[in-house]
């Protein structure tokens, strides 16, 4: 019941397409969902978080829809760039716990 | 936003030895302190919860005497990995909340090589 499901696995996607990536998850107390951003050999870095209360949350380039009822969240990233190339990981959390259980991971690489 | 260093960001050690990793919240206070483990190209797992000025809680499956967490203050928290052997080779991760909501900020990570 903690596990989120991330997909795909892997991602390649032209220069200025649009990149998908989705999750899923199972404790309906989760109620935080964020998405990071790691290039090899560094730390994660926050790009946009969301809450239940919205369906969709927008911050340049990035966008994440939610689906409260299937419990599901995606990211979007419009007008892709190779400099977006790295591997996204979604997460979960209970609001004041800080404890993310974080996806799988998914590798997106962006074609010049 | 806030900035969360670790130090130091990579080391290399023989196994039975222990190694100290540092992480710092640089400018903010940070009552309570993460450490996760990610192994190559895969997902990161939460380790331990650091609190200032108590013990650390850790998650299952995780060995507390081997895995030493103190939280000595508000900007400072260190694992050590006691006894390192070679399977505990992998690359850890800290992060600290800065209070203000439910965001994160990850340290760059510390890669370890236990030979």
């Known amino acids: 019941q903690q596990q989120v499901k991330q997909s795909p696995q892997s991602l390649i996607v032209q220069k200025g397409g649009i990149s998908i990536i989705n999750c899923a998850y199972e404790?309906?107390?989760?109620?935080?969902f964020p998405w990071y951003q790691q290039f090899p050999g560094k730390g994660p870095a926050l790009l946009i978080a969301?809450?239940?209360?919205?369906s969709e949350k927008k911050e340049g380039r990035f966008t994440i829809s939610f689906n409260k009822s299937a419990k599901q969240f995606s990211l979007h990233i419009m007008d892709s760039q190779p400099g977006d190339s790295a591997t996204y990981f979604c997460?979960?959390?209970?609001?004041?716990?800080?404890?993310?259980?974080f996806g799988t991971g998914t590798r997106l690489k962006v074609l010049a | 936003g806030a900035v969360v260093s670790q130090h130091p960001s990579r080391v290399i050690c023989k196994s039975g030895t222990s190694v100290k990793i540092e992480c710092r919240s640089l400018?903010?206070?940070?009552?309570?302190m993460f450490w996760y483990r990610q192994f190559p190209k895969k997902s990161l797992m939460l380790m331990a919860t650091?609190?200032?000025?108590?013990?650390?809680?850790?998650e299952q499956g995780v060995e507390k005497d081997k895995f030493l967490i103190n939280h000595a203050s508000l900007t400072l928290s260190t694992l050590t990995v006691t006894s390192a052997h070679p399977e505990d080779s992998s690359f850890y991760i800290c992060?600290?909340?800065?209070?203000?909501?439910?965001?994160?900020?990850f340290g760059p990570g510390t890669r370890l090589t236990v030979l």
């Open positions: 992060s600290a909340p800065t209070g203000g909501g439910d965001e994160q900020f």
């Open positions: 404790n309906t107390a989760f109620d935080y």
């Open positions: 969301i809450r239940p209360d919205v």
């Open positions: 997460a979960a959390s209970n609001s004041g716990t800080y404890k993310y259980i």
């Open positions: 400018d903010f206070q940070a009552t309570t």
């Open positions: 650091s609190n200032e000025g108590s013990k650390a809680t850790y």
